[in-house]
């Protein structure tokens, strides 16, 4: 590969990574053509950005890109395929089913989601119980109803009580 069309991969990738938080570094160099097109459609769906990267093009990127990646550099070898997203457990998700139907791949080499590093295929349990921004702010908004919900249940059943005894009260003295 010529000089001026590594730097233009080398601007893709980091444009890539600059645009997408979280990213999943995976290995699919197994998968015939048939599960690889199979895992792309999947990937476009869940709004994933699958690319075959070359490690080292990958490496210098991540060298050059502000924050601390060194973690991830064992997980560059062999042939090394860059899942990226927005929401940190949809590609953890997405292997997790693929790994059912295939036992061996898509195999996980390493995560970097919300600012942490994830290394070994045993890891993606854990990934997939990372909750998404959305996910989160559903919690907080259900917590925050919750005790709002238990008031105003309080009120209205100690209201229809209140109504009911009045009732009871101003037929007895009539």
Do not use: W
Not at 88 to 100: E, G, I, M, R, T
Request: glycine letters at 4%; charged letters at 25%; one cysteine or more.
């Amino acid at each position: 590969m010529k000089k001026e069309d590594k730097a233009v991969v080398i601007e893709q990738i980091a444009a890539t990574l600059a645009e997408y938080p979280n990213f999943y570094l995976v290995e699919t160099a197994g998968l015939n053509a048939e599960r690889t097109s199979e895992l792309r459609r999947a990937c476009f769906k869940a709004g994933i950005k699958l690319m075959v990267v070359k490690n080292t093009l990958l490496h210098k990127v991540l060298e050059e890109k502000e924050g601390d990646y060194s973690e991830l550099y064992p997980a560059l070898k062999e042939s090394t395929s860059l899942m990226c997203t927005t929401v940190a457990n949809a590609p953890a998700k997405l292997l997790k089913d693929f790994v059912k139907k295939d036992e061996k791949l898509p195999l996980l080499k390493a995560a970097y989601v919300e600012e942490t590093v994830y290394f070994g295929a045993d890891q993606l349990n854990n990934l997939c119980a990372i909750k998404s921004k959305n996910e989160l702010i559903a919690d907080v908004v259900a917590l925050l109803q919750s005790p709002a919900k238990n008031v105003v249940s309080a009120l209205t059943s100690g209201g229809t009580k209140l109504h009911g005894i009045l009732e009871t009260l101003s037929k007895k003295e009539a």
